[in-house]
């Protein structure tokens, strides 16, 4: 069973949100909290699989309050995803750093917003598409200093399995372009996730770019 926290102001949002996921059979909502404060202290108390929480909220913003979270071991099973109503590039760039697995917006489609839950509970990057194209545009426009010290300990097929994952392949798409298993390719992940001190998928692709490993040129993107 996927146990989830609602973190909003809105209780019209949050009663819509339950509503759809109270009628699935293998999720359920075991809280739900009107401001950011509360949202940390029932993520401690009810240590949900997945916490749905806005960005923009009283006391603590969802920023904050995805940041006291990645920041607790004791909550280290805790995967956020934030909602937002735009997708704005600083809150995208500010709660992934933060430690969010990813970002839907509030307008997603029920037959999107459901699988979107199951990706975020087994610990997968989970991004709105026009997220992800924001998150590309900034890093053309904007391409970071290389960091080859994040890159230090990996090796190379681990360099190219997280490489593609910055690309927004799955594990299956890894594993056939690389011509392994997704077994194997999962494993890379791992191993890049644990070497390059990244909480989760989402982490990892953002420090794909930060570092110098993925690095924009026009559109299309070139590992190093």
Avoid at 24 to 46: N, P, Q, S
Avoid at 141 to 166: C, D, F, G, I, K
């Amino acid at each position: 069973m996927i146990r989830v926290l609602l973190v909003d102001d809105q209780p019209l949002i949050r009663s819509g949100f339950r509503a759809l996921l109270d009628a699935e059979d293998d999720i359920t909502v075991v809280a739900e909290a009107a401001d950011g404060r509360e949202g940390v202290a029932l993520a401690r108390e009810h240590l949900p699989d997945v916490a749905l929480i806005d960005v923009q909220m009283p006391i603590l913003d969802g920023i904050e309050v995805t940041r006291r979270i990645a920041a607790d071991p004791a909550l280290a099973a805790v995967h956020v995803v934030i909602l937002t109503n735009y997708g704005l590039d600083e809150y995208v760039f500010n709660a992934l750093r933060a430690g969010a697995a990813g970002f839907l917006v509030k307008d997603i489609l029920p037959e999107d917003f459901l699988p979107a839950i199951r990706v975020a509970a087994r610990g997968d990057a989970l991004l709105a598409p026009s997220i992800t194209r924001k998150l590309i545009d900034r890093y053309v426009t904007q391409p970071p200093p290389s960091n080859n010290a994040a890159l230090a300990h990996l090796t190379t097929r681990e360099r190219e399995a997280v490489a593609l994952a910055a690309h927004g392949l799955s594990n299956d798409e890894i594993a056939e372009r690389m011509g392994i298993s997704p077994v194997t390719a999962k494993t890379h992940i791992n191993r890049a996730m644990t070497k390059m001190h990244a909480r989760d998928r989402a982490q990892l692709v953002v420090l794909a770019y930060e570092s110098g490993l993925v690095i924009p040129r026009n559109t299309r993107n070139t590992i190093k």
